[in-house]
């Protein structure tokens, strides 16, 4: 059973930076795809980043953006570590949400973390 755990979490002024980790375990090496969600109070979780590997440990990877964070948001992951983050700068109050991260993995299973709380305001 795949485990993922994030960090990183807080309190940030608008046009700060903050970077949020996503630590997993027992997932092993056939990972599909890492993605990054949040979820802002009172709206549907939606879809923030993703690497994209197909479950090559060695593939660089692909990654996507969603429009709202193209250009500010860049995700990257350590296989030495078993992490993947997302470095966020130029923060908005708009960007307040909880984060979430997931797994898919190649057989098709998806985990995903508990979330952490991130806060953009002056």
């Known amino acids: 059973q795949g485990q993922l755990v994030e960090s990183g979490g807080g309190l940030v002024p608008p046009g700060g930076s903050l970077r949020v980790s996503c630590a997993y375990s027992e997932i092993g090496v056939n990972i599909y795809t890492m993605n990054w969600y949040r979820q802002a109070p009172g709206l549907q979780r939606e879809f923030v980043a993703s690497?994209?590997?197909?479950?090559?440990?060695?593939?660089?990877?692909?990654?996507d953006y969603s429009e709202s964070v193209q250009g500010r948001f860049t995700i990257s992951r350590d296989n030495a570590r078993n992490t993947f983050s997302l470095q966020m700068d130029s923060l908005k109050p708009e960007d307040t949400a909880v984060y979430y991260c997931n797994i898919r993995t190649t057989w098709g299973a998806l985990y995903w973390g508990q979330g952490t709380q991130v806060t953009v305001s002056s």
């Open positions: 690497i994209t590997t197909g479950g090559r440990p060695n593939n660089p990877g692909r990654t």
